[in-house]
T-cell receptor, first 113, second 115 residues
Framework: DQQVKQNSPSLSVQEGRISILNCDYT??????FLWYKKYPAEGPTFLIS?????DKNEDGRFTVFLNKSAKHLSLHIVPSQPGDSAVYFC????????????FGQGTTLQVKP | NAGVTQTPKFQVLKTGQSMTLQCAQD?????MYWYRQDPGMGLRLIYYSASEGTTDKGEVPNGYNVSRLNKREFSLRLESAAPSQTSVYFC??????????????FGAGSRLTVL
């Protein structure tokens, strides 16, 4: 049973437009959510996070939205740039402030020039 | 600024062989983790070490052992490799007190193929 799901394996957008990556979860005990970005042949790198007590967190071009009632979060990238082309993983924690994370399957974003 | 270093980067094993993946971090982090990444599965936690001297099982520990050699190093051992252990393995570290101990620093990965 996949507790964190990213139902879109891939997404293609034009440079300058908005990219929206989605993530659904099933465990209501999750209290912290994160997005990681991964380039080929590299390890994932932290992008942005949100606590379950908030519904929005912004960091530059990146915004994460959390809808607890729907058990859904999304990552918005505005404007999208070719360098944003990567695999994006949604992750969640139910164990407080630790690195024990449950990851989604990942979404491959391609930003076309 | 090495961060998290994993060796080897690539390894091919035959079924039944053993090997150890090495991981070292130079950020003075307390906690270290081993994840595996498989197509369509995301990353799954194998084992972790919350602090030097402690280790605990994660989501998929079967077929693996770990050793927290010291604060810097955390190794993952496959005693008798199986084709199901073909995967990309990532070591990661973090520390309580860092703004968000959920924020892991990952190594570049070790790609293991078991024939």
């Amino acid at each position: 049973d996949q507790q964190v799901k990213q139902n879109s394996p891939s997404l293609s957008v034009q440079e300058g437009r908005i990219s929206i990556l989605n993530c659904d979860y099933t465990n209501s005990m999750f209290d912290y959510f994160l997005w990681y970005k991964k380039y080929p042949a590299e390890g994932p790198t932290f992008l942005i996070s949100i606590s379950s007590i908030k519904d929005k967190n912004e960091d530059g071009r990146f915004t994460v939205f959390l809808n607890k009632s729907a058990k859904h979060l999304s990552l918005h990238i505005v404007p999208s740039q070719p360098g944003d082309s990567a695999v994006y993983f949604c992750a969640a924690s139910a164990t407080g402030n630790t690195g024990k994370l449950i990851f989604g399957q990942g979404t491959t974003l391609q930003v076309k020039p | 600024n090495a961060g998290v270093t994993q060796t080897p980067k690539f390894q091919v094993l035959k079924t039944g062989q053993s090997m150890t993946l090495q991981c070292a971090q130079d950020m003075n982090h307390n906690s270290m983790y081993w994840y595996r990444q498989d197509p369509g599965m995301g990353l799954r936690l194998i084992y972790y070490s919350a602090s030097e001297g402690t280790t605990d099982k994660g989501e998929v520990p079967n077929g693996y052992n770990v050793s927290r050699l010291n604060k810097r190093e955390f190794s993952l051992r496959l005693e008798s490799a199986a084709p199901s252990q073909t995967s990309v393995y990532f070591c990661a570290s973090t520390s309580p007190g860092v703004a968000g101990a959920n924020v892991l620093t990952f190594g570049a990965g070790s790609r293991l193929t078991v024939l």
